[in-house]
């Protein structure tokens, strides 16, 4: 339980932190001509409203990272009993997290590169981080066939379980990403494409792909083991 609110409380702080720079708190009612003026920072530069998807984009975040709270929290616990045995980590996860991270990288790149109107650029990032994220799928699947062709199946005993849904859970949100990924590198060599909301499209892409990369890490970890000591120290703290 100490993990799960640990865990959601870094969302929630991560997620205030950005709304909080987004002009979400300010009252319209007490700024005088608020209707008539747009929006200044103290520097006294224009300042475009939130768009509203973007809201909701870190509101689903929150609720994805609330969900594999509960499920980390839920491994911990289960991990105590004794029908637990740990299996190992394919040395492929390894080429994997490499994979997502250089896709979540070239991700960050086309955000740059959208935001200073650089198509030529653009595109070639985009198709980078669409691919990589495509390896990072295609690496999973031949690694769960990896574990399976050594005699670690799903209803083996509950460690095997947890990791299969776990990092299924995972590529299911990555799955969901790179649909919307693809649209957007496709929507990137269509001369008609509006630039404004191909920019949104690139950010928000970054951003769902900058979470699930923190996910995995934080799986990647749960898994290797190294997580144990992070939670001791955490539960140490807290009593």
Known sequence: MNVTLIFLAAIGAIIVWWLSGQRLTSKPWLETGSL????HDDAGRHRQPVPAVKIGLFVFLGVVGALFSLGVS?????MGLAD???MPVPRLLWVNTAALALSSAALQWARHEARNGRMESLRPALVTALALAAFFLAGQLQAWRQLA?????LADNPANSFFYMLTGLHGLHILGGLGVLAHTTV???SPDAPPERLRLSVELSAIYSHFMLAV???LFALFAGWANDFVDLCRTLLN
Do not use: K, N
């Open 216 to 218: 995995w890490l934080l």
């Open 74 to 78: 839920a491994y911990f616990m289960r």
């Open 187 to 189: 929507r990137s060599f």
């Open 149 to 153: 062709a050594a005699g670690y199946v």
């Open 84 to 86: 637990w045995w740990g």
């Open 36 to 39: 008539q003026l747009p929006a």
